[in-house]
């Protein structure tokens, strides 16, 4: 076998500076550029290589201090995106000047330097220019060495037409008009020293906010025209959560200046490139007055996120891609930490429990992976954007932060960055900070949640005169090739005893553990719900706690009690018949999130059961719905919290939708009409609601009104809520007009992908969508960003039927997905499970 081509870059030449100068032609959608790179050479070299992909080089030369200049020339390596630049003699140790004149294509596909497209106010059509490198893309740009740990400085000039604005990571230092030319050139001062996969320059037609200030950096955000007046919302959590990460880091924002950019098209939600973030409009821009909270809360997350960023990621870098959780898992953490303390009445870390059952649902399964994985290719790279970077690393680090108190800490995340300002950083590099600042032994605890995959499941039972504790590992299929691992599992406990309430914490660092608490009543493993870990009572214990659920348990325990209990059902530990018990016991159940995992389960098993076994469902379901909804109401109450608001529309919607209540079908009529008049007219926390309850039950005429109000649409958020309702309509012709509309360009690429995964997990219409997705497969790849391809294909999971399932298989065998082969192997052990529940639940809710 020949010897696979590396991927990285050799170190014979290191990058310091880059001068890029740049001149997109959006008519042509090509831009020329030219880049002096100031370069050290480490030892003596004929050939420098660097990374280029796309990019035609035209022009080679390298400079020496003296003025010698040596001519040369480029042999590009598209299958390793790398480009070789051969010199006709050696080129010495030193500094140097690296020239390159080169030309490149403005593509659709959402990556590297694209073009947007929009229609203003009078419906003409309009081009914009941005980037998004991260990860591997800044080399589809320029030249450059593309990789996190090369940093160096950038300064950025654009050439553009007059009327245009240009951004990029820096401020303006000069604008100069060029005679003639309708032209002008744009000159960005000097970046910090950083990574390449965070420079960024838009260009286009914008309006800004008016700016506020952080310490001396103005703050604006950025909308094409006509939006401007969506901003206020997005700059106001944008100054507050930068203020915020200021103080709690102990370090002032490195940046120069702040831009927050909405861009039209945008695969991912936003970037964090310094100084000149980029956000897809949903998370950015909002009406306040006409928002739910859920989508305040949305873009109050992703702007708290990305701001996050601009210390663990900007001015702190992972080494290599496989560290990514370095980035990615601090600002999830970070974001949380921010909003709740902007907006505590959201209680954002209960609600953060969802996102963690979101990480626990892939992590339970054989296919997951460690939180730190090896990467080499980048499409591995592009891989690592998932629940288990995410998710799973902000709740173990959350577990960390609880476990040794926030103030500490605090302070070993603050020498961690002091530590490694302007440079990179590897895993080990944090839990040395941390050791340091708490004298605790950190490394051996996290490395067991970092390095190996999945999570414990803990089992408690009364054990003598206390509590037997063990672990073991969870996994949703069971069989005898499950590795057995253990974990340091810091255990939250508390229990009520016949001499009070006991709290202890305790380090489970064995596959069993005695705690000794005398004549326990009840116990409750994982108080505070912290812990990345599931629990799995004894039948006397659990028995204990059904009884007094709202009395003993937190909102959030009672959520990890019900996950839990959901999730071992899935897994077979626990039957149907006793998870349903259980959800029946939720009656009187007042908090958003337990509700948002019984809802999440019932949808489940909507997909997965018959339709005799709906019908049984659906009964209980009305039975349980029905009088939390009569205790809410339909309409808002004098005083009633922002999350009791929320709750009132997800019980209308899954009373109206999975309930099949005829009532409330009909009663969502008029509300949805008024709404349609008057959007002021109807509480804006019941309108998703609405507008699903009629997607639901609606015909032709809605289905075209829905088409119409999506393309018209006042604001990002109400585009995407009708557009994406399409998916839940049940007329065959109309499940075909959407299917069509995935492909016939009228639904931005950014969406369309997200459309075909919903119409995929829509009962009526999965086995047509899938058939529709595999005769247009080949289309899809084409027109969609690659990032994208993998989240559609998460829609498999509803084609719950053995049939489907060995076809899904057999398909994804002859057609892997290359930038997904990890999440495509997730996805379709989801669906394995879902069979095997099928089965297993058969003979299970017969009228």
């Known amino acids: 076998m020949p010897e696979q081509k590396p991927y990285r870059l050799p170190l014979t030449v290191t990058p310091e500076r880059y001068e890029i100068r740049l001149m997109p032609d959006m008519a042509s959608a090509t831009f020329d550029g030219e880049v002096r790179v100031a370069i050290q050479v480490n030892e003596p070299v004929g050939e420098i290589c660097l990374n280029a ?24 390596d598209p299958e390793n995106e790398q480009a070789a630049l051969h010199f006709t003699e050696t080129v010495g140790p030193g500094p140097w000047e690296l020239q390159i004149k080169f030309s490149g294509i403005l593509n659709d596909k959402l990556h590297g330097f694209y073009r947007s497209s929009y229609k203003n106010a009078n419906g003409e059509e309009k081009t914009l220019a941005t980037t998004q490198f991260e990860s591997t893309d800044a080399r589809r740009a320029f030249p450059c060495w593309d990789e996190p740990a090369l940093k160096a400085v950038f300064q950025i000039t654009l050439v553009v037409d007059e009327g245009l604005t240009a951004i990029s990571n820096a401020r303006v230092i000069r604008e100069t008009p060029l005679a003639g030319a309708g032209k002008k050139e744009v000159v960005f001062a000097d970046s910090m020293k950083m990574s390449t996969y965070l420079v960024a320059f838009i260009v286009g037609e914008f309006e800004a906010s008016d ?3 952080v310490g001396k950096a103005p703050l604006r955000v950025w909308a094409v025209p006509g939006k401007k007046q969506l901003a206020n919302f997005g700059r106001e959590i944008g100054r507050v959560s930068l203020e915020y990460f200021s103080r709690y880091y ?12 909405a861009i039209p098209d945008f695969a991912s939600g936003a970037m964090e490139n310094l100084g000149a973030i980029t956000f897809r409009e949903t998370a950015l821009l909002v009406d306040e007055h006409k928002a739910t909270r859920a989508e305040l809360e949305r873009v109050a997350d992703v702007v708290s996120h990305e701001n996050a960023h601009m210390w663990f990621g900007d001015l702190v870098t992972m080494r290599w891609w496989n560290g990514l959780w370095l980035n990615e898992a601090f600002a999830t953490f970070m974001e949380m930490l921010a909003v709740d303390a902007w907006k505590p009445e959201w209680r954002r870390w209960d609600s953060f429990t969802v996102s963690r059952a979101a990480a626990m649902q892939v992590d339970g399964l054989k296919s997951t992976r460690p939180i730190e994985f090896p990467v080499e290719k980048p499409e591995e790279a592009a891989g690592m ?4 970077t995410y998710e799973k690393g902000a ?5 960390l932060e609880q476990y040794l108190g926030a103030d500490a800490f605090r302070d070993g995340i603050r020498l961690y960055l002091r530590r490694h300002a302007y440079a990179n950083a590897e895993t080990t590099d944090l839990w040395d900070a941390l050791e340091e600042s708490t004298r605790q032994p950190v490394r051996a605890l996290m490395d067991t949640w970092i390095f190996q995959p999945g999570y414990p499941l803990i089992s408690v039972e009364k054990k003598g005169t206390g509590l037997l504790l063990s672990q073991s590992i969870f996994r949703y299929l069971q069989d005898e090739d499950t590795t057995q691992r253990k ?14 309430i006991v709290n202890m914490t305790i380090l489970l660092t064995e596959r069993q553990q005695r705690v000794e608490v005398a004549d326990v009543d009840w116990a409750v493993v994982n108080a505070g719900g912290h812990g990345y870990y599931r629990v799995r009572y004894s039948a006397e214990l659990v028995n204990s706690l059904w009884r007094q659920l709202q009395e003993t348990l937190s909102p959030v325990e009672r959520f990890n009690l019900v996950n839990d209990t959901w999730a071992t059902t899935l897994a077979g530990l626990t039957s149907l018949t006793d998870y349903l018990e259980l959800i029946d016991l939720l009656r009187d159940e007042k908090d ?21 076994q709906c019908a049984v469902l659906r009964q209980r379901l009305r039975a349980l719905l029905s009088p939390a909804l009569e205790r809410l109401t339909w309409a808002p109450r004098a005083g009633e919290t922002e999350l009791e608001g929320q709750l009132r529309g997800d019980l209308i919607g899954a009373l109206g939708t999975l309930g099949e209540n005829q009532a409330c079908q009909e009663r969502a009529r008029a509300p949805f009409v008024d709404y349609e008049k008057d959007s002021s007219a109807v509480d804006r926390n019941v309108v998703p609601a609405l507008v699903a309850i009629v997607a639901h039950t609606g015909a032709g005429a809605d289905y075209g009104n829905f088409v119409k109000r999506f393309k018209t649409a006042a604001t990002p958020q109400e585009e995407t809520r009708y557009l994406f309702a399409l998916a839940n309509f049940r007329q065959e012709d109309l499940i075909d007009q959407t299917l069509q509309l995935t492909i016939n360009a009228e639904v931005r690429t950014q969406n369309a992908p997200y459309l075909m995964r919903n119409v995929l997990l829509n009962k009526v219409a999965r086995e047509k969508a899938w058939v529709f997705m595999k005769a247009h497969w080949d289309t899809m790849l084409r027109q969609y960003p690659d990032n994208s391809i993998p989240r559609m294909c998460e829609g498999i999971i509803g084609l719950s039927t053995a049939d489907l399932a060995a076809d899904v298989e057999e398909f994804f065998g002859k057609h892997p997905v290359k930038q997904g082969t990890k999440q495509i192997n997730q996805h379709l052990e989801r669906l394995r499970i879902t069979v095997a529940c099928k089965a297993r639940w058969r003979d299970l809710l017969r009228a």
Do not use: Q
């Not at 102990?250 to 950019?261: A, N, Q, V």
């Not at 709740?395 to 577990?399: A, K, Q, Y």
């Open 211 to 213: 700016p506020v200030m």
């Open 487 to 500: 974990w340091h599992v810091p255990v939250f406990l508390r229990a009520g005893t016949k001499n009070g």
């Open 395 to 399: 709740s173990v680090l959350r577990m």
């Open 53 to 76: 992909a796309e990019l035609a080089i035209r022009d080679v030369s390298i400079k020496a201090k003296s003025g010698k200049t040596i001519r040369g020339d480029a042999t590009l």
């Open 250 to 261: 102990g370090i002032p924002y490195p940046g120069d200046k702040l831009d927050l950019i």
């Open 592 to 612: 958003l999130s337990v509700w948002t995992t019984v809802i999440g389960s019932c949808h489940h098993l909507n997909r997965i059961l018959d339709e005799a």
């Open 385 to 388: 954007f998932d629940v288990l």
